[in-house]
Each structure stands twice: as structure tokens, then as C-alpha cells.
């Protein structure tokens, strides 16, 4: 069962361009991460939010997280062609000894 | 640092056969846990260990199965491969265990995965 749903699945955007990326559930998480992965390497951590309407910002990266924990988003600023990969959001819940849920990821492409 | 390192990197089998994993956690993590990720897809749950105990399980067959050594590494195994087991193989390891109040909020921090070819 897929707990998160992402959306968009695909995005080909120009560089310069802003986007954002939504992860959503019907479930509450006591955290959420997300997480941006390239082919042939693992996932690697971006943010981890934790507090309900929590907002951080990474560079040119703003994460939010909802007031319910329940959804969030990934907000990128004039994307470069580096910023290219899957990006993927994971949501633990104490319920599960707080193993990862993750969602399907969004596959961002950014040309030049 | 190291990060968390995996090996195999790649590996090739047949249907029927079985298969060991390996991962070594960062140093000074206790906790590993071990995700499966079909092309395509996001990773997911297998197992997850603390303190050589499992803490964890997501829904996958008896034929996986993990341990966890004195030294924090792991190993997973799979028996009786099918086509379907084919995936990105990925281990994570975190500074402390579920259910360590707010510290269970810990990342997790993945290695580059063992790409499984079942034939």
C-alpha cells in the first residue's frame, strides 16, 4: 500500500524555471523526509521535518511541512540542470518502528 | 566519514538460487535498515535491526531474511529467487532505534544499493 502519493510523477522544466513538488497522504507521520536520488546511487537526504507547518529552507530548496503532518511540499527557485534527479519523500510513523514510507518519487528534469 | 557501504555493487543470478547482501552502517549507527526498490518505484520496507535484534518488518515473503552482527553491519538474504525479486537492494543505517522518543525522528542514511539481476 502506498502510503504517499507524489505528483507530479515527471517534470521537464528550463533552467531558471521554479517548480514544486507535492507529497500527500491521508495518513499523519511523526516526520517526514525527502530525499533526492541519481541512477545508480542511493537516496540521499535533503531536509527532515518533523514539527507540523514547519518550513526549512536548503539554498534555493523550501520544504514545508503540513499543519496535520499529513502532506508536504518541495519548493525549488530557479532550478540549474544540478538539481536534476528523483526526488523522493519518505514519512515514518511510530507505529512502525518508524520505518520508512516512501512515495513513488518525482523525476525532475532540468535542461539548459 | 565513510558513508554506509554495500557490496556486492552489482550481481547477477538465476531463478531458484540464493543470494547474501552485505552493508556496513556508518560508524557509530546501530540501527539498519534494508529497502528494496523496483525500477520506477520508491523503495521499499524489508527489514530493520537494532542491537543484532529485528525491530522491524515490511511485507515481503519468508525468503528474506537479515541479521545484524556484533559490529552493527548486516546481511540480508534471499532464498528462492523469482524475476520479481530484480531490484536496487538498499541499506540504511540511523544513530539510534525506533522508539527512543524524538530521537526515533533520526534520517536515515542510505548507501549506493546492490543492483540484483535475477535471469
Known amino acids: 500500500t502506498q502510503l504517499l502519493e507524489q505528483s507530479p510523477q515527471f517534470l521537464s522544466i528550463q533552467e531558471g524555471e521554479n517548480l514544486t513538488v507535492y507529497c500527500n497522504s491521508s495518513s499523519v507521520f511523526s516526520s517526514l523526509q525527502w530525499y533526492r536520488q541519481e541512477p545508480g546511487e542511493g537516496p540521499v537526504l535533503l531536509v527532515t521535518v518533523v514539527t507540523g507547518g514547519e518550513v526549512k529552507k536548503l539554498k534555493r530548496l523550501t520544504f514545508q511541512f503540513g499543519d496535520a503532518r499529513k502532506d508536504s511540499s518541495l519548493h525549488i527557485t530557479a532550478a540549474q540542470p544540478g538539481d536534476t534527479g528523483l526526488y523522493l519523500c519518505a514519512g515514518a510513523q511510530s507505529n512502525s518502528g518508524y520505518a520508512l514510507n516512501f512515495g513513488k518519487g518525482t523525476s525532475l528534469l532540468v535542461t539548459p | 566519514d565513510a558513508g554506509v557501504t554495500q557490496s556486492p555493487t552489482h550481481l547477477i543470478k538465476t531463478r531458484g538460487q540464493h543470494v547474501t547482501l552485505r552493508c556496513s552502517p556508518i560508524?557509530?549507527?546501530?540501527?539498519v535498515s534494508w529497502y528494496q526498490q523496483v525500477l520506477g518505484q520508491g523503495p521499499q520496507f524489508i527489514f530493520q535491526y537494532y542491537e543484532k535484534e529485528e525491530r522491524g518488518r515490511g511485507n515481503f515473503p519468508d525468503r528474506f531474511s537479515a541479521r545484524q552482527f556484533p559490529n552493527y553491519s548486516s546481511e540480508l538474504n534471499v532464498n528462492a529467487l523469482l524475476l520479481g525479486d530484480s531490484a536496487l537492494y538498499l541499506c540504511?543505517?540511523?544513530?539510534?532505534?525506533?522508539?527512543?522518543?524524538?530521537?526515533?525522528?533520526?534520517?536515515?542514511?542510505f548507501g549506493d544499493g546492490t543492483r540484483l539481476s535475477i535471469l
Open positions: 560508524s557509530g549507527h546501530k540501527s
Open positions: 540504511a543505517s540511523s544513530l539510534r532505534s525506533p522508539g527512543q522518543g524524538i530521537l526515533s525522528n533520526q534520517p536515515q542514511h
